[in-house]
């Protein structure tokens, strides 16, 4: 049926379906706008009761803070909630959920109902319950009291709504007779137990429903209208000009007209359909034109085209594939291009192409190819598969470049780039190249790698004197020589100016390496015919050996470097090998020592005097010249950082002599200024053994005749004066007949030989500080501190201890018979000016004398006692760290067998017996030895590891013996 209506009768259909549809949906709307009206009623008298709630909630916060008493806080929130209007007959109430009958607490339109139990049955009117905002609607089945249906729901929900019938409020307070339906929402307040709430009456929303559905039906009936008007207008203009373009199309069709553009009438669906039209004839001419250039394109394009099928045959080919290969269309059409295969490439460079085109689609690389007359030439080429509407490879096209020439003028460049230029041997980045290659061959190789830095000598005047053009030529000359000289695996470089370096590789010994060295000399040293002339030039080499120096190709070029300016102070003409830490440290040394030959020279050396002191007589005894630097820079040096590089120069016996001349002249002005002080010298081998030495010492003294006979004494290191005990001995002797006295010092340090010792009348021995600082607590050094004093005694000689760090050291000293000493605990070392106020303040300490001889024999024993103890201890810790089983035998386990065993049976008992220390001893040294019984044990049955775990108790049960027996040594002294 609709197919024989006409398109004026269809639009009037479709104007009365219209018409009946805007009704349909106008009765709909009605419904489902009632619906949303009453929900959204609901969901705002929810909001607005909730905002009431928070204003309740607020004074309730106020209460809780304590700025408002409960009451006043509850009247504040009443009258807030009394005031407040949301609608014209909108507002909220307030019950009280605290008693079994509901109670109104506040209504602002009936405030007769305030405070009045609200049980009367003219209030039984709620007619549904829903507690909570999205729970079940529950119809009451009758008439139920409307407050009690409040409350009900406060309590189970803590809020939801209630249905009801209600009057409606009239101006000046009064209300109607007519009951209305109405929605309220109500919510619990737990601190007061109060219920909030509010609501709407729902007549209200069915009268904005009936208002809105008259308006509807009146706009839809004037719409009708409307279009019923306009239905006949609008079919004859929809059909008059789609019958026109109609009936030009289908001349366009027939051929009966040109193709052209029909004529646009209209800016509706009409005239869209026809725009529509057009554009898809003008693509069609656009495609033919696009066509037409690609096909243009194709036959001119400067690069070669070539376009195969999936499998590789070839389809089109255009001019300039032609023109590049020298191939026409015809001899390809139909063939593989292999054809144009040169041979130059392997076949895996094909295959990743065919895989990278299989992946991606897409292949560009550089090709050698053959051309029909055989000659081969490099291209660019770039492969991209061309894929159907179905995604399968359809063709594939390819398009290249002949950049034979562009790939000529690259190797040109590059040459240019690592080569030098005139002599054409490698230049510095090429150089660098081969360096790291030949760095890697000689790691693996383990064969020595020569670095030869080559300068030429005298090349600078020949260049000044002949002219560049002759230098030029002199330096190519030298270049073809140096050639010539090398192996084939060697490099020859030019770093620039007459400067080359030599790479010699593989080589097994070092004389292969000097006989090659010793090769370039000779061949670069022949003269050679210049502008007339016979020009001889030399080379200074310098040449470091990896892998012997371990550098990096840069270093390793840096120190040939040096190593060829080394080479040129010694003479030119030669070569000189890299010694990485003696170039160094004869650097450094050279350095110094013209350092401190300057400091000499403009008096920043000085000397600082130790006081030496009888400890028994409690006087000073004289002094010791320490040599000191006053550096501007560093500030005050001590002669251990320098003294050292002074070893073997000359500069050493001249400091040597400014010591002693300085020495006699500080005693000459003491003297003068009423203080006879004798001072000690150190003096070196090198000194002593200068011919010079005595000659220079008598005229020293000779400048001041003043100096008592030995004021000055001559201290020498115990090694140097057993170099050669003769000459020592002769040269004592000498000294002595000047009035110079001699020590030997650090003795103990040395060989210490009696057979010697009593061949040197030097007057004292200075026991090394090292084991006096050491002998309280070790006793090894105890006992060789004790061995060398009675070595004195036995000689009839001095021994003068150093290193005396408290009055401790000073009280075992003398007890062991050693009066004089020096050290930290005594006097630093000091300027001179400083000495003459000291020895006249000094005063000793009363634990040098007067009691020290009563005192120092009980230190004595204790001490003595304490070392026996910690040697046993450590001879157990011996055994047991020794890996090698039992090779030393244990001390004693019996405890009273060791040393400090039979102590304290014997001595120790019979004079601290009765004391409680004594007694916490003896039991400590008993847990002592139990223990080193089960350690011993222990290292025997399961291994020395599971021994050494119990060392830890060892040394605390020793510390807590030693600190028991210094107790007992504290309260001996002070009884």
Known sequence: ????????????????????????????????????????????????????????????????????????????????????????????????????????????????????????????????????????????????????????????????????????????????????????????????????????????????????????LSLILGIGGLLALSAGGLAA???????????????????????????????????????????????????????????????????????????????SVNPSFTALTGYTANDVTGRNPNLLKSGRQSPEVYAEMWKALARHGYWQGEVWNRRKNGEVYVETLAITAVRDEGGKVAHYVGIFSDITALKEQQKRLEYMAHFDALTQLPNRVLLADRMQIALTQAARSKDLLAVAFLDLDGFKPVNDRLGHDAGDRLLVEIAQRLQRCVRAGDTVARLG?????????????????????????????????????????????????????????????????????????????????????????????????????RALGQGEFLLYYQPKVNLRRGRVVGCEALLRWHHPERGLQMPESFLSALEGEELEVELGDWVIDTALAQMSAWQRAGLDLPVSVNATAAQLQSDAFIPKLAAALARHPDLPRFSLEIEVLETTALTDITYTRKLIEECLALGVSFA??????????????????????????????????????????????????????????????????AAMLLHLGCELAQGFGIARPMPAERIPA???????????????????????????????????????EAVVMDDSGFASKPPPLNPHHCDFGQWLDGPGRDRYGELAHFARIDRLHRRVHGLGEEIIELARSAGAGAARSRLGELHRLRDELVSELRALQELTVQS
């Not at 080499?541 to 840096?558: F, K, M, N, Q, W």
Request: glycine share 8%; aromatic share 8%.
């Open 497 to 597: 100016g007459d400067e080359f370096v030599l790479l010699l590789v593989g080589m097994e010994h070092l004389a292969e390496i000097r006989a090659a060295l010793e090769r370039v000399l000779v061949v670069l040293a022949e003269p050679m015919p210049l502008k007339g002339e016979s020009v001889s030039v030399s080379a200074s080499i310098g040449v470091t050996l990896y892998p012997h120096d371990s550098s990096d190709a840069e270093v390793l070029l840096r120190h040939a470097d040096q190593a060829m300016y080394s080479a040129k102070q010694a003479g030119r003409g030669r070569y000189h090998f890299f010694d990485l830490e003696h170039d160094r440290s004869a650097r450094e040394h050279g350095l110094l020592v013209a350092e401190l030959c």
């Open 1 to 216: 049926m609709l197919r024989r209506m006409s398109v004026r009768q269809k639009i009037w259909a479709m104007v009365a379906l219209f018409v009946l549809g805007l009704v349909g949906l106008s009765a709909v709307d009605m419904a489902s706008t009632r619906v949303t009206l009453i929900r959204e009623k609901k969901l705002n008298t929810r909001h607005l009761v909730e905002s009431a709630h928070a204003v309740v909630a607020h004074f309730a916060g106020e209460e809780a803070a304590g700025r408002l008493s409960r009451e006043t806080a509850q009247d504040a929130a009443l009258r807030t909630l009394n005031a407040m209007r949301y609608q014209e007959n909108e507002y909220f109430w307030v019950n009280d959920l605290g008693f079994p009958v509901p109670r109104m607490v506040m209504h602002p339109t009936l405030p007769e109902l305030n405070g009045k139990e609200l049980d009367d049955p003219q209030f039984e009117c709620a007619t549904s319950t829903q507690v909570g905002s999205d729970g079940p609607v529950i119809p009451t089945g009758g008439r139920r009291n409307l407050f009690s249906a409040f409350n009900e729901v406060a309590r189970q929900g803590g809020a939801g709504y209630v249905t009801y019938s209600w009057p409606k409020p009239l101006a000046g307070g009064r209300a109607t007779a007519e009951l209305f339906p109405k929605l309220s929402y109500v919510k619990r307040f737990d601190p007061w137990q109060w219920v909030v709430g509010s609501g709407i009456y729902i007549d209200d929303v069915d009268q904005l429903v009936r208002d809105q559905t008259v308006k509807n």
């Open 838 to 876: 000291w020895v006249t303040g000094f005063r000793p300490d009363p634990a040098w004398g007067g009691d020290a001889a009563a005192t120092g024999g009980v230190a004595f024993h204790l001490r003595r006692a304490e070392s026996d103890h910690r040697r046993w201890v450590d001879r157990l």
């Open 237 to 315: 203009s929809i059909t008059r000009p789609l019958a026109r373009s109609a009936g030009a199309l289908a001349a366009m069709t027939r051929g009966e007209r040109p193709m052209a553009p029909l004529p646009v009438e209209r800016d509706d669906e009409i005239g869209t359909l026809i725009d529509g039209f057009n554009r898809v004839q003008a693509q069609l001419l656009a495609k033919e034109a696009s066509l037409r250039l690609s096909a243009s394109v194709f036959e001119t394009a400067g690069e070669g085209i070539i376009i195969t099928d999936p499998r590789g045959t070839i389809l």
């Open 744 to 809: 030997l010092d650090d003795f103990g340090t040395g060989y210490s030989s009696l057979a010697y010792f009593k061949h040197l009348p030097a007057r004292a021995l200075k026991i090394d500080k090292s084991f006096v600082i050491e002998m309280l607590d070790r006793p090894d050094d105890l006992a060789i501190v004790e061995g060398v004093i009675a070595l004195t005694h036995a000689f009839q000689r001095e021994a003068i201890a150093e290193g005396v760090e408290t009055a401790e050291h």
